[in-house]
């Protein structure tokens, strides 16, 4: 295998795998967690079609023309008055040096996440950090739970790992790993604190606490004990849609056993998504499980964890879950499409359109680059240098360079002209590419792995002060709602990754609710509507309904409240009404 046909799959995805450049054929590496497969994204990667050529209101330009046109809108607008907003479209890390402009420039940048916030700032509070279990860690365990997370779909190089371990599976939807799962849980959406809480409180009522962990690290337990308590168990247990019976079994499989708890960023898309992880967390606790080997909590974990920024990117910044894009002259969208993937999307386009200056940096054309005054297309991972981490093992990757192209700009010669431009100074790309190779060590089986980080993170103790766990001491979670309302779950699609790639067009019901396939239907909420045809699924309860992220419109149902904790987006807060 010749090194410099090596690269990596450059998706915001759990599993970051990595990938041969091959006589123009994308295929996965054999070793490490890459495992010989790569998912339907990169399969079909080549097929997607680009914007090869820039354009200025609708009118084709050269690439020399459109950074013209980007440099006399810059000059033109107050720094202040220029927002650079930057999503996930690429994972890897030098996307980050147009931030370096932008910050040095003096314009503003954002914060806040549309992902996994809420749940992050939940695990903050209880550990202190967000390390998370590695999945070579899971590896090694006995007994997974995957919480809010759909494996086969978000993050399918977990599968061959889990093979031969019991699987308990919660989730309102019989997903694919549901179906076989020895123990699967339909829980009402929402309704995951109560699970967590009673859970832990069967623990001690079952005289299976690890005594020994919660006297080192987790003193607090009596008192959390109580919250436990305060759940009223029967009313609760059918309010959720769980049986004591499953109570019990989901304990029997766990109690002295390695049990991995892996959650998704399903179970945090709401308001109080921070408490519930930390609720589960308190569950492991419970169980000592941060102390055992193959035992934890994996959730997204922190991609850049003992990665120093190559990059001076402090600036003023405002929140990406709720930009007042109208309060921008000139608004420049990289990797991003904010039109479909914000919530309440009505709000965004309304305000984004009344920016003088949108500009958008990308591959893919989309409802953002449609209504786009400067379009900038963007170099593919196999046309640009990089190096990419991830948020659910701890490899680093280096991404060559495969391929010349006529087409797009990359990232760095991008910022490379502005910072010219306007007096910033940047270093070299081999620099920056350098400084983040560094940051890894090559392991005995070969792989390159992110030095530093913990393999079996909280095994002595968790980084807060104390080194103990704290646990959450109160809890309010919203439970009223009208009959004619239905849950809203927006989970990932198993054909798009968010709004790229083929974006499903569907809303999925129960078939009880009597709608017939391709019947369109109306779905609204107190923050709008969006008409989607109908497709019937029993791997739904029937207060719930299914519409996946990506889908046209979906945003249009949700609110950009935040979550309490985390600045989060907070997908499926509101209920909705179906009218055909
Ligand atoms: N194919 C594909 N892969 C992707 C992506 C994609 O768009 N497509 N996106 C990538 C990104 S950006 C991310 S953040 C990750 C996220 O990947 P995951 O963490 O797997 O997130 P989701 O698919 O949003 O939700 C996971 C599961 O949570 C369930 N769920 C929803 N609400 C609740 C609830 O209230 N309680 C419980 N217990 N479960 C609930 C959903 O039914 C779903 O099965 O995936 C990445 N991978
Ligand atoms: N209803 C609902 N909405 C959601 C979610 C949900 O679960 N439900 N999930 C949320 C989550 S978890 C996330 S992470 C966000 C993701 O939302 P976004 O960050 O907006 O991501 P994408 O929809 O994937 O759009 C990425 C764009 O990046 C561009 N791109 C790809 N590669 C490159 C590159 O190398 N360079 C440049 N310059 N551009 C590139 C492509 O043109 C693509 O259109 O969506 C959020 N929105
Ligand atoms: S599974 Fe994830 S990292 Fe692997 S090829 Fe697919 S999108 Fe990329
Ligand atoms: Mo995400």
């Known amino acids: 295998m010749k090194v410099s046909s090596i690269t990596a799959c450059p998706l915001d995805c759990y ?23 790569l998912c339907p994204h990169l399969n079909h990667y080549l097929e997607n079609k680009r914007i090869e050529l820039p354009r200025y209101k609708g009118e084709n330009i050269s690439m020399q023309e459109a ?113 076989s799962a020895d123990i699967f849980v339909q829980i009402k959406p929402h309704t995951d604190i109560f699970l967590a809480l009673l859970l832990t409180r069967f623990v001690s009522i079952n005289d299976s606490l690890d005594e020994e962990f919660i006297e080192k690290y987790a003193s ?71 102390a055992k080997e193959g035992s934890g909590v994996a959730y997204l974990g922190n991609s850049k964890e003992n990665i120093e920024s190559a990059f001076m990117t402090k600036a003023k910044r405002v929140s990406k879950v709720n930009t007042k894009f109208d309060e921008f002259a000139t608004v420049f969208i990289q990797g991003a499409n904010p039109l479909a993937q914000m919530p309440d999307g009505s709000r965004v386009k309304n305000a984004i359109q009344k920016s003088e200056n949108v500009i958008y940096f990308g591959l893919y054309e989309n409802e953002t680059s449609e209504i786009a005054d400067l379009v900038i297309p963007a ?25 010349e192209s006529a087409i797009g700009i990359s990232e760095y010669d991008l910022a490379a002209y502005l910072c010219e431009e306007f007096g910033v100074v940047l270093k070299s790309e081999s620099e ?18 992110v030095e530093g980080r913990d393999v079996e ?76 045809r109908a497709k019937n699924s029993d791997a739904l309860r029937k207060d719930t309904i299914v519409i996946y992220s990506g889908t046209k419109g979906v945003n249009n149902l949700t609110s950009s409240k935040h979550s309490y904790e985390g600045k989060n987006a907070v997908y499926q807060e509101n209920r909705v009404k179906i009218k055909k």
């Open 67 to 179: 950074l013209n046109k980007l440099k006399e809108i810059l000059s033109s607008s107050l720094k202040s008055d220029i927002l650079h907003y930057r999503g996930s479209g690429n994972f890897a890390l030098m996307q980050e040096v147009t931030d370096h402009f932008f910050a040095n420039f003096g314009a503003v940048l954002t914060d806040g996440s549309l992902c996994d916030g809420a749940g992050e700032a939940g695990i903050i509070n209880g550990r202190g950090s967000n390390k998370n279990m590695p999945l070579s860690e899971i590896a090694k365990s006995e007994v997974v739970i995957f919480w809010g997370r759909n494996p086969h779909v978000t993050s399918s190089h977990i599968l061959p790992l889990i093979k031969d371990k019991k699987v308990i599976v919660i989730d309102p939807v019989a997903t694919k790993i549901a179906k």
């Open 220 to 290: 607090e337990f009596e008192e959390y004990y109580e919250l436990t308590q305060g759940v009223r168990i029967k009313a609760t247990l059918e309010n959720i849609g769980v049986s004591l019976g499953q109570i019990g079994d989901i304990l029997e499989l766990c109690i002295n056993k390695k049990v991995a708890i892996v959650c998704g960023v399903g179970v945090q898309k709401y308001r109080d998504g921070a408490d519930i992880l930390r609720a589960i967390d308190a569950f492991a606790v419970s169980l000592g499980l941060f």
């Open 457 to 532: 993170p909280y095994k002595d103790g968790f980084d807060t002060d104390d080194g103990e766990f704290v646990f959450l001491e109160e809890f309010e979670t919203q439970q009223n709602s009208n009959d004619d309302e239905f849950y809203l779950i927006t989970p990932k699609s198993p054909s798009s990754l968010n709004s790229q790639f083929k974006r499903s067009t569907e809303v999925l019901l129960h078939p009880s609710l009597g709608y017939d396939d391709g019947e369109i239907l109306c779905i609204s909420s107190d923050n709008g509507e969006v008409l989607l």
């Open 15 to 37: 599993d970051a795998c990595g990938i041969i450049y091959d006589e123009g054929k994308i295929k996965p590496m054999k070793e490490g967690h890459t495992n010989g497969f």
């Open 432 to 449: 920056y590419l350098q400084h983040y190779k560094n940051f890894g060590v090559r392991h005995i089986d070969g792989s390159v792995q």
């Open 379 to 403: 170099k593919n991972f196999l046309e640009k240098n990089d190096v990419r981490s991830s948020y659910s093992h701890n490899g680093l990757l280096v991404m060559n360079k495969q391929i």
